[in-house]
């Protein structure tokens, strides 16, 4: 255990992690129902278009969602694409800004302009209320984003949109198995869409699920996600649809989906007991109630109270060889192609969580013993902020070495931003 700042690695310490701890590693799977469920998929010669695991994954994540239809595809972004083309969505669209850059990119793909409004400050969720002062006479749609594994007010959002006669969509890349007061996620709105990358808490390798009650809007997406096939051809389509192997790899992740949920809360138990008394770090609270999955662990870093900004803290973990996340950092209004538009928002509660949020490592791959090294690591660094934030200004003993925010290096989920 280190006990002086000097043992810190980026002060010329030992890394406490001789491999990577990293946000977003896959979550743990049963490798033989896994490789049983691939033998059966080259036995059967079918390898896509609809073939019975994808059927056998829709089932299930409509049944988790409380709905009655779910279109597996290749990965959320398409799917929300799909989504909004099938719905006919034109002009714009209202989002927040505080969420991964592919809920924008996404819609300004198919030519949809993202406007973005600010969040609640204390949940960093979605504000209802500055969704509907965002919303103009081109407005179409809202899309929700479910942060952090619990769900954003998303009844409220209906009735915003029910009063503007408005589409709404949630963004559930980060929510799959969450409820809101009882009612599941993947039931709000015309339509839900879960991501079921990798980094997520269930993976299919790629993949996301479109979960709807609405049955006109599943037939669209099911015909537009395969070329415009059957009754919607004369619209054209896309290809967005999932392969059995994704498929296999997601139900075997979903089958795992308790044990992850309540690994990932003893995490949060933990991150929560060891940084508690840690001034100037809190880490995000999710309500029980809601049924969190604890997919993330988020500290806000307040730099008055600890002599160091979020970035300085990340560096510091990053030379221990701890891999974090600033979700969501810079937020979607402050990056290209969003930041040079002739009206650029400023979003002051967005803008600063973007400045403060770091996601620490966890899931089935972060023990409780790794948890305790890394809050041993945080109450250590901004303990002694200013000695940290001089010792680095005096040049840095140990640069980062794998990746930093946006760069990165082996391995592709070290490298991806998500
Ligand atoms: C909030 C959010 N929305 C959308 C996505 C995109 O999901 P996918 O990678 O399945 O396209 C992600 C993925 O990281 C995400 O975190």
Redesign the pocket.
Same mark, same amino acid.
């Given at each position: 255990m280190k006990t002086s700042v000097t043992d810190l690695a980026v002060l010329g310490g030992s890394p406490a992690f001789t491999e990577p701890l990293a946000v977003g590693r896959p979550s743990r799977v049963d490798r033989r129902s896994f490789l049983e469920r691939v033998e059966r998929i080259l036995a059967s010669g079918r390898h896509s278009n609809g073939g019975p695991f994808v059927e056998e994954l829709e089932a299930r994540l409509a049944e988790l969602a409380g709905v009655r239809h779910c279109v597996a595809m290749c990965?959320?972004? !398409?799917?929300?694409q799909v989504l909004a083309r099938a719905r006919g969505i034109r002009g714009e669209v209202v989002m927040p800004s505080m969420? *991964?850059i592919?809920?924008a990119h996404?819609m300004r793909w198919i030519g949809l302009d993202p406007v973005f409004c600010d969040v609640d400050p204390v949940t960093g969720q979605i504000d209802p209320g500055q969704a509907r002062a965002s919303i103009t006479p081109r407005t179409e749609a809202i899309v929700g984003? +479910? $942060?952090w594994g619990r769900p954003c007010p998303a009844s409220a959002l209906e009735d915003v949109a029910a009063e503007y006669g408005i589409d709404l969509y949630l963004?559930a890349? +980060?929510a799959i198995g969450t409820a809101l007061d009882g009612r599941p996620v993947g039931g709000f709105g015309n339509a839900e869409?879960f991501? $079921?990358?990798a !980094?997520?808490i269930v993976g299919g390798f790629?993949?996301?699920a479109l979960v709807t009650d609405d049955e006109e809007t599943a037939e669209r997406v099911r015909s537009l996600q395969a070329f415009g096939d059957g009754i919607w051809n004369k619209h054209g389509g896309t290809n967005a649809k999932m392969s059995e192997v994704s498929a296999a790899m997601a139900l075997t992740s979903l089958e795992a989906l308790p044990d992850t949920v309540s690994h990932n809360r003893r995490n949060h138990d933990l991150y929560v007991k060891c940084l508690d008394r840690t001034p100037g770090v809190s880490v995000e609270r999710f309500d029980p109630d809601q049924r969190p999955n604890h997919q993330y662990v988020i500290i806000r870093v307040d730099p008055a109270e600890t002599g160091m900004d979020r970035d300085t803290l990340h560096r510091v973990l990053l030379a221990e060889n701890v891999i974090t996340r600033p979700? *969501?950092s810079p937020a979607c209004h402050q990056t290209e192609p969003y930041s040079s538009l002739p009206t650029p928002r400023s979003l002051p509660h967005t803008e600063r969580l973007a400045a403060t949020v770091l996601a620490l490592p966890t899931g089935t791959g972060t023990s409780s013993t790794d948890v305790e090294t890394v809050c041993d690591i945080v109450r250590l660094a901004v303990s002694h902020g200013d000695r940290v934030v001089r010792g680095l200004q005096a040049g840095p003993a140990q640069e980062p070495h794998h990746d930093d925010f946006e760069h990165g290096s082996g391995s592709d989920l070290l490298s991806?931003?998500?």
């Open positions: 990965n959320a972004t !398409t799917a929300t969420t *991964f592919a809920t996404a984003v +479910h $942060l963004d890349a +980060h869409v991501s $079921l990358h !980094t997520k790629e993949g996301g979700y *969501f991806a931003r998500q």
